[in-house]
């Protein structure tokens, strides 16, 4: 099989400008350009991101519901389960997740299913198990858009669910409390490429600014974020450049 190879072209007016403006080697600024950083601005942008370029998680569908539940449930001092897949992106969403709620609530514990007795996702041993110790409430990370049956199954047991993921949705959703996942069609958050880890950490920030909590709370574990980036191959663009620069920042501290 022969390979093609597809040269990107660059504008030299802006080739010309940007090396003007950025002071650096033009063959940089050709690299640039073929990628459409073809500005000072967007290129400043891309050398060095800034917290303040990440989206207010309020934009998320379904935001509102998913920090009313959880407060609802700090308020009446249920229990919640924080489950996550088995991989890395699964079990850092999870590490993320359950610190910052033990921070706040007591009632509290996480899971994390069995790779080969209970494979990939929301698993009925999972519900069970929640059912079996008085949870009311779960909060699904990195898995649980495709889990129809399994979470109609948690409701007629009084199991609600939040389910924060990043796969892409069938036409049938499951009969969660609040979905959150940038993938869905009528989500209108800005970024679609958030990592499972990426959207629980979403999650952490509304509820750092509902609760008028301390700032820190919210980027206190980006090393683990940027784990679930890497691990997860998601594209190193927008929000996860962003999460991945100040996460690998945090992790050579």
């Not at 030299?12 to 400008?17: A, L, P, R, T």
């Not at 050709?30 to 073809?38: A, K, P, T, W």
């Not at 206190?220 to 191959?233: H, K, M, Q, R, S």
Request: glycine fraction near 6%; include cysteine.
């Amino acid at each position: 099989m022969q390979k093609r190879w597809k040269i990107l072209s660059a504008e030299k007016e802006k080739v010309d400008s940007l090396c003007q403006s950025l002071n650096i080697q033009p063959v940089i600024c050709q690299i640039l350009v073929q990628r459409r950083f073809d500005t000072f601005d967007k290129a400043k942008n891309f050398f060095r991101p800034q917290l303040t370029q990440l989206h207010n998680p309020r934009l998320m569908k379904d935001m509102e519901k998913a920090v009313e539940r959880i407060i609802r449930a700090i308020n009446n001092e249920e229990k919640i389960l924080v489950f996550g897949d088995y991989d890395v992106d699964g079990t850092t969403a999870v590490a993320c997740m359950y610190k910052f709620l033990k921070k706040i609530h007591s009632r509290l514990d996480f899971y994390i299913p069995h790779r080969y007795r209970e494979g990939y996702g929301i698993s009925k041993t999972g519900i069970d198990f929640a059912n079996q110790n008085g949870f009311t409430l779960i909060i699904s990370l990195d898995c649980g858009i495709k889990s129809v049956d399994l979470i109609a199954y948690a409701k007629k047991m009084g199991i609600d669910f939040i389910v924060c993921d990043h796969h892409l949705p069938d036409a049938e959703l499951p009969p969660a409390i609040a979905i959150l996942n940038p993938k869905q069609k009528d989500c209108s958050y800005p970024y679609k490429e958030l990592c499972g880890c990426g959207v629980g950490f979403k999650l952490i920030a509304a509820l750092v600014e509902e609760l008028s909590l301390p700032q820190e709370f919210i980027f206190e574990d980006l090393d683990l974020v940027a784990t679930a980036i890497a691990a997860d191959i998601v594209p190193v663009t927008g929000e996860n450049r962003v999460l991945a620069f100040y996460g690998l920042k945090k992790a050579n501290e």
